[in-house]
């Protein structure tokens, strides 16, 4: 009975990784066409942020969709674990 239960927090955990890693996937590699606009980092935005306080808030995004990317997998590793431990036991 321990193994069943073993196996299905896994199999939980699995499956909770996964939806987590659909919504915060990990970062792909830009391939964007074309040439942007350079601005200078105190000009003003259309919402009335320059455009230094925009590259902070985009770096933040950035920086939690990595965190929360790699805890996802951490998450399908341990499932993986305690499914690979419920079969030994």
């Known amino acids: 009975m321990c ?8 199999l939980v955990l699995d499956i909770v990784g996964a939806v987590i890693l ?7 590699p ?13 000009t003003r935005l259309s ?10 808030d985009m770096d933040r995004a950035k920086a939690k969709y990595a965190l929360i990317s790699r805890l996802a997998v951490a998450i399908i590793a341990i499932g993986f674990v305690l499914q690979l431990v419920a079969l030994w036991l």
């Not at 830009?30 to 601005?39: A, P, Q």
């Open 3 to 10: 193994s069943q239960i073993i196996n299905s927090i896994g």
């Open 22 to 28: 659909f919504f915060f996937g990990p970062p792909q």
């Open 30 to 42: 830009s391939f964007d066409k074309g040439v942007g606009i350079l601005v200078e980092d105190a």
């Open 47 to 56: 919402d009335g942020r320059t455009a230094a306080e925009h590259d902070q």
